[in-house]
T-cell receptor
C-alpha cells in the first residue's frame, strides 16, 4: 500500500459525458501527478500540481483539466469523453522537494471505460 | 530525460536471482536511475534509485557501471509475485523535470 488513494476504482460512462477522478496523496506530500495508461500509448504523464499550483504539463488534452485543493487532494476532470479516453488513470504523489529523495508513489488507479 | 533501452522480456526461475539490465548511454551527470515495476494493471511500484553508487534496499539492489551508461536491477531471490513489468527510468533531479517518462519496460516472468 503506497498511501495514495484513488476513487472510484472503476468508472463506466458514455461518449460525450464528463467524469471526475479523485486522488488523495500520501500524508505530508505536496506534489500530485496524473498519468494515463492506455494499451497503445503506455504510461504517459499528464499534469503535476505542487501545493495547489500547476507545476508541469504533459500530453494533457484541452478537454481534460485538473486541480489541487487546499487539503492537497486532487481531481482530474475529463469532459466530452471519447472512446479513446478509455484507459487507466494513475495518480502519484511526492514530497515535492525536487531532490533525490523526491520519489513518486503511485495509487491503485481508476479504470475508465467509455462506451 | 535520457532514453533507456531494456529487453522486452526475461524469464527467471523461482528462488534464483533476477538480473534486469538497462542501457542509458546518453545519461547526464545529474540524472538519476529509477526503477519501478507494475504488476498487471496495478499502480507502478517504486523499487529503488541511484546516481552513481550501488544501492541496496529491502526489495532489490541497483548496480550502476562506472561510466553510468548502464545499470542492472537485481532481485536476489525472485518469487512468483515478482512477475511484473519493470521500468528503468532516467530523470534529472530538481528544476522542472519532475515527471517520470516510462518506456515499454521489461516483462519479467518468474517460473515455478
Amino acid at each position: 500500500d503506497s498511501g495514495v488513494t484513488q476513487t472510484p476504482k472503476h468508472l463506466i460512462t458514455a461518449t460525450g459525458q464528463r467524469v471526475t477522478l479523485r486522488c488523495s496523496p500520501r500524508s505530508g506530500d505536496l506534489s500530485v501527478y496524473w498519468y494515463q495508461q492506455s494499451l497503445d500509448q503506455g504510461l504517459q504523464f499528464l499534469i503535476q500540481y505542487y501545493n495547489g499550483e500547476e507545476r508541469a504539463k504533459g500530453n494533457i488534452l484541452e478537454r481534460f483539466s485538473a486541480q489541487q485543493f487546499p487539503d492537497l487532494h486532487s481531481e482530474l476532470n475529463l469532459s466530452s469523453l471519447e472512446l479513446g479516453d478509455s484507459a487507466l488513470y494513475f495518480c502519484a504523489s511526492s514530497a515535492g522537494t525536487g531532490m533525490r529523495t523526491d520519489t513518486q508513489y503511485f495509487g491503485p488507479g481508476t479504470r475508465l471505460t467509455v462506451l | 530525460d535520457a532514453k533507456t533501452t531494456q529487453p522486452t522480456s526475461m524469464d527467471c526461475a523461482e528462488g534464483r536471482a533476477a538480473n534486469l539490465p538497462c542501457n542509458h548511454s546518453t545519461i547526464s551527470g545529474n540524472e538519476y536511475v529509477y526503477w519501478y515495476r507494475q504488476i498487471h494493471s496495478q499502480g507502478p511500484q517504486y523499487i529503488i534509485h541511484g546516481l552513481k553508487n550501488n544501492e541496496t534496499n529491502e526489495m532489490a539492489s541497483l548496480i550502476i557501471t562506472e561510466d553510468r551508461k548502464s545499470s542492472t536491477l537485481i532481485l536476489p531471490h525472485a518469487t512468483l509475485r515478482d512477475t511484473a513489468v519493470y521500468y528503468c527510468i532516467v530523470r534529472a533531479s530538481g528544476g522542472s523535470n519532475y515527471k517520470l517518462t516510462f518506456g515499454k519496460g521489461t516483462l519479467l516472468t518468474v517460473n515455478p
